[in-house]
C-alpha cells in the first residue's frame, strides 16, 4: 500500500518574483463511505453489516450533539474531536458576546495511533500526472 502523489508547481506568495517550485501533492485513491466501512467492519468482527452501520450512524449524531453543548469528544487512540471559534477582538472585555463570534469550525487532533501511521507510510508517484 502505498500514498500517490504528484507533482504540482506552485509560486511563493509572498514573493511573487521568486522562481517557481514543484512540490509533491497527495493524489485521493477513491474514498470510502459510512457503507463501505460498517461492511468492511462486519467482516472483521461477529456484528452484521446493519448493525455496524447503525452504530456508525449513531456515533456521527453523538459527536454532533455533544459538540453542540461545547464538549471535547474523545475517541481513544482514533483522536479527539472539538469545536474552536474566530470572533473580532473588542477593546473592553464588556463588548466580548456571542455577537462577537464569526466563524466555528471542527478541530481533529488524531490520535498516537494515527500519529504514528504518518511516520511509515510510503509513498509512490501517479502514473498520471494530470490526476
Known sequence: MAVKIKTVQKRNPRDMNAPVKFYAQAVADGSVDLND???IIATQCTVSKADCYAVLIALEGNIIRELKKGRIIRLG????FQVSIRSEGSV????????SVKK??????????LRSMLKTLVYKKAQDQAA
Open 37 to 39: 466501512l460498517a461492511e
Open 77 to 80: 487512540e482514533l483522536g479527539n
Open 104 to 113: 466555528a469550525r471542527i478541530n481533529f487532533r488524531p490520535g498516537f495511533s
Open 92 to 99: 473592553n472585555v464588556e463588548e466580548v458576546s456571542a455577537t
